[in-house]
């Protein structure tokens, strides 16, 4: 079983020169590859001169996450994609139980290794932690991190576990399902498609793995920080539109119903901490999203399953009963 470990770039020589060189030393068992979003900075330059054996895809524009792979892995022909971003610290051996796991469960789709924060190595990090759940009206969390409440890392995940979506910081996933699917959904740009290709694969029968064995750190933010108004935008649009594609039809509306009802609750928190920008961005989220939602309710595949949650409301249990970690779920 061959693997490809497969990093997009925008602009992003710094963090290649950063990063790159241990995910070359410590991926013999993979190619590596550098896909280009029509970089303007020098990053295919300076990795054509340093790393020889690093293969280039250009595409020939920035499509962001979801076209930028979806342009670049048709070029690419192992068995398994590693989707890895360029802020990523791998560490050694980090292939060898991704790998293992791959060849001895077929029924394994897709996984995500264990993700710890680069800036503060013992604890997790943001996007993903130890594997992502939704709750019932589709807001993601981790075990490792609910909203803001990131968990130090004492081993307490440190297992082998049935998730519902693997962070798109570093996704490993078949080929074959990659391509049964059509790739991720273009129109999300950036922003909780790894989510809504994870949920359409579990509608599918696929099953999504976390491998505390693997173990990477993720900077986190270091092309669109938290705290960019474009980035409360992307979330809060595409996360309604990841619902109107797969939520079970029995439930379809009236759940969007509270979702857009919960919305407007954070939008009105933003207004009294003064964040202005970011609560227009989850009107601006709301109005593209009704324009977008036939085109939506076209994408519906056949099959919805409906135990797409584990838990009923992270947002009551987080800020009502003050349950701050998942061991508290």
């Not at 997009?8 to 020169?17: D, F, R, S, V």
Request: proline residues 3%; hydrophobic residues 40%.
């Amino acid at each position: 079983m061959k693997i490809a470990v497969v990093i997009l770039n925008w602009n992003g020589k710094q963090l290649l020169e950063q990063f790159l060189p241990k995910v070359v030393s410590f991926s013999k068992e993979a190619t590596v590859y550098v896909a280009d979003n029509a970089s303007a900075d020098d990053s295919i330059a300076y990795v054509k001169t340093n790393f020889p054996t690093v293969k280039i895809i250009e595409n020939a524009e920035n499509g962001g996450y979801a076209k930028g792979y979806n342009d670049a892995l048709p070029h690419v022909s192992e068995d398994i994609f590693c989707l890895l971003n360029s802020d990523i610290e791998v560490t050694e051996n980090w292939l060898t139980p991704i790998l293992l796991e791959f060849e001895s469960n077929a029924e394994t789709a897709i996984i995500q290794p264990k993700i710890l924060d680069f800036k503060q190595k013992t604890h997790f990090e943001y996007a993903g932690a130890a594997g992502g759940f939704i709750d019932k009206y589709g807001y993601p969390y981790c075990r490792g991190r609910i909203f803001h409440t990131v968990e130090k890392d004492t081993n307490q995940y440190n297992d082998t576990k049935k998730i519902f979506w693997a962070s798109g910081a570093c996704l490993f996933i078949r080929k074959t399902v990659f391509q049964e699917l059509n790739g991720f959904d273009e129109d999300f740009f950036a922003h909780q498609e790894e989510i809504d290709l994870c949920w359409r694969a579990y509608n599918l029968g696929y099953q999504t793995t976390y491998i505390s064995e693997s173990v990477v750190y993720h900077v986190g933010g270091a092309t669109l920080h938290s705290t960019n108004p474009q980035k409360t935008y992307l979330n809060f649009r595409n996360s309604l539109c990841m619902l109107a594609k797969n939520l079970p039809k029995g439930i379809l509306f009236p759940i969007i119903f509270s979702r857009l009802v919960l919305d407007g609750i954070a939008g009105v928190q933003f207004l009294f901490q003064l964040k202005f920008k970011h609560t227009w961005s989850i009107l601006k989220a709301h109005f593209h999203f009704y324009t977008r939602l036939p085109k939506m309710l076209k994408k519906r595949g056949n099959r919805q399953e409906k135990k797409y949650f584990q838990h009923q409301s992270i947002v009551y249990s987080y800020f009502v009963k003050g349950k701050k970690i998942y061991t508290e779920l």
